[in-house]
DNA sequence: AAATATTTTTAGGCTGACCTAAAAATTATA
DNA sequence: TATAATTTTTAGGTCAGCCTAAAAATATTT
């Protein structure tokens, strides 16, 4: 059993390994939890003492399967929970992250089950990120960010970095949401900047917005 | 802002004091936490100096109007929780009080409001016991545990005692809800078991049972 | 009113989650 | 490759929430 605090380290380190593919240094975990590199090093010896992840001296962390599989289920909690704000609540999707932090805590599996039964068993949360099933089983799309792509490129918004609630409700106004059409017009080279087409209409984004629309790859 | 413990205590205390109106012991509220009395007289100081309890050494603890207030919140917020849990998700009524006593420290006036919302405003949870409002506004029906009462007695059950699953799991196998017509029709002096019609169906109780079952005064 | 029993508080310690400052290990640079 | 810079760990301390054992206050008996 991992405390409050312990669930939010692995989601950390869950996160920042991207999906557990690399080991996770001190500095940025401290960065990323808004500690100190010494309450990190407490916590890392805790955590590899509970073997969710594994840990060399000096090298940073990696995440272990069973580490995995945690992290993992916080995150369906998270994102089943978003998905009941917006969906059921009416909340908008700028709102629902900081309750959502507080809601994936709460330890019930028939209370989560019953909640993805009632939500539909929806396989993507308000941003377009996607819901690990009860196994931990998490579909992954390689996903861009436009800002990558080139002119010409159509297809559709898959998701939305939803770190930040300003570019939410930005992206909100501009329509740019999962599932939505989407062109690419017009690139400036000197910012990279663009022109593009969402939904039919014609907007001009920022590399600071472009940065944070994904599609497929 | 009071802490999960902290809004634990505070609530035990309320209960203890029925609602307010009289003073609590310290060790009736160790026994009530699950710890010991030094831990309560620790916390018992702190309540204190957040002025939501009043002190007085030796003589046990009071709660404030402020106290009042911020422990009707987090009845609320459980009562709202448990209404949800069996409205929506479809729990039974002996499967919600574990998680709602998580649930109700979710920190989030828009949540809760929204939450009423969705409900449909209800006024008392599955169990009958009413659910404060926005203000903390309680709505306080004067109520009787129905071995208390004569044979003759007709009436609806007006709530239950949610205190223990097993007695719940009963109740509910008998058809002792809220809203649900009572008769009783004999008493044995020697036991003080019941002959009662529930919803017309005749069945015998004992007073173990008949002293959860509750009606309006 | 003393003596005894009970209740409550104080004293001192533990653990989890944090901190600062100093030491140790690693990495980069001259 | 020695020196400097950076990163990480260790050492030692704080605070919340708990504990046991002892002391103090209150309540009950005789
Ligand atoms: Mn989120
Ligand atoms: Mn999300
Ligand atoms: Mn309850
Ligand atoms: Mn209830």
Redesign the pocket.
């Known amino acids: 059993m991992l ?4 669930e939010n ?1 692995l989601k950390a380190i869950y996160h920042l390994s991207d999906d557990g593919s690399k080991s996770v ?4 975990l ?1 960065a990323a ?14 955590l590899s003492a509970k073997t969710v992840i594994s ?1 060399e ?4 962390v990696n995440v272990t399967s069973k580490g995995k599989n945690e992290a993992l289920m916080v995150i369906r909690k998270h994102r089943l929970w978003e998905t009941f704000l917006v969906e059921k609540l009416g909340f908008s999707w700028d709102e629902v992250h900081e309750v959502a932090e507080q809601l994936e805590h709460i330890n019930s599996t028939r209370l989560i089950e019953k909640l993805d039964e009632f939500l539909g068993f929806p396989k993507v949360d308000p941003h377009g990120d996607p819901i690990p099933d009860n196994k931990g089983k998490l579909k992954i799309m390689p996903m861009v960010a436009i800002d990558q792509l080139n002119i010409g490129y159509q297809g559709k918004i898959a998701a939305v970095k939803d770190s930040d609630s300003q570019l939410l409700k930005y992206l909100d106004k501009i329509g740019a949401k999962p599932g939505t059409k989407l062109k690419i017009l017009n690139k400036e080279a000197y910012d990279e900047s663009m022109e593009v087409l969402i939904n039919d209409h014609r907007i001009f984004i920022s590399k600071e917005v472009s940065q944070n629309i994904l599609v497929v790859e």
Chains 1, 2 share one sequence.
Request: proline residues 0%.
């Open positions: 405390s409050l605090t312990e380290y240094l001190t500095n940025d401290a939890m808004n500690t100190k590199a010494a309450s990190v090093t407490d916590m890392i010896k805790k840990y001296k000096y090298y940073g």
